[in-house]
């Protein structure tokens, strides 16, 4: 019972900071707010942003996508690998049910990223069977795979820990990670909240 709890305030917790995220989005394209002038979105990517990453990554549609590329929106962030029958499709669960207590405004100023581990096999193609299978194939996530070292850099980023272990698996955090529309994480989530 204390656990359901935690995890139900868990969940709220993140998807407070996304609706936060999403509403200042919201009222800096329209200028609407009670005491609030909307300032323009500065040229330059600050030290901490996801956004100054330069890799290219692929999506399970094979588009091509940066980081730079969701600047403007509030993203959510994990990272799995295809074939993992265990933690993986509770973290896509997770997500989808973050994203799912967001109103249709704020989804649309939210885009998700499942990034994988395993760069050999989870190709676009595969990755799109994957997202199809999770019910996650929808306008606004990208199931990303890409170069090894780039795999590993977003993960060092974003705090995440794996490795490949003698199975073929891989042995990594659950963590669900919140970017604001600067591309600067502003929520960390480690742990299932299943």
Known sequence: MNIDRNVSLRVFGLAVMIFGLAFSVQVAATGHAHHHTPMAMMESVSDDSLHQLSASWRDHRNQPLTLKDLSGKAVIVTMIYANCQTACPVLVEDVKRLYHGLDDAQQANTRVLVVSFDAERDTPEA????????????????????????????????GIRYRENPSG???????????NRQGEIVGRQEGLMQ
């Open 127 to 158: 990755l799109h069977r994957y997202a199809i299978d999770m019910g996650a194939d929808r306008p606004g996530w990208h199931f990303l795979t890409g170069d090894e070292s780039d795999i590993r850099t977003i993960a060092a980023v974003l």
């Open 169 to 179: 698996g891989f042995d990594h955090s659950n963590v669900i990670a919140v970017l």
